[in-house]
Nanobody, 117 residues
């Protein structure tokens, strides 16, 4: 059974940086490579929201609140998607989830990011 495993979250002061990783374990290449990959986040008491996505052609899309600060990238050979987060703000706090948009939806278990003011 394929699964997504996120890592890289933690506690960081405002203005700091983190890099999140998501590895698609036991996912066949023909599923991962053509899929749009995304990062979502869910802040305490709020709904899950899209943070960034990257298509098979590496076209990217970002939430307005993170444009210019976050960068999503993919490394298909390693079935990995990254989220580089710079200039973090307290409102970036939340659980970050990786998503693979394939014939089936795949979600990771989430990695927690806490930004202190």
């Amino acid at each position: 059974q394929a699964q997504l495993v996120e890592s890289g979250g933690g506690l960081v002061p405002a203005g700091g940086s983190l890099r999140l990783f998501c590895v698609a374990q036991r996912m066949i290449t023909s599923t991962f490579n053509p899929s749009t990959l995304s990062w979502y986040r869910q802040a305490p008491g709020k709904q899950r929201e899209l943070v960034a996505s990257i298509s098979v052609s590496s076209r990217t899309n970002y939430a307005d609140s993170v444009k210019g600060r976050f960068t999503i990238s993919r490394y298909s050979a390693r079935k990995t998607v990254y989220l580089q987060m710079n200039k973090l703000q307290p409102e970036d706090t939340g659980v970050y989830y990786c998503h693979v948009d394939a014939l089936s939806d795949y979600w990771g278990q989430g990695t927690k990011v806490t930004v202190s003011s």
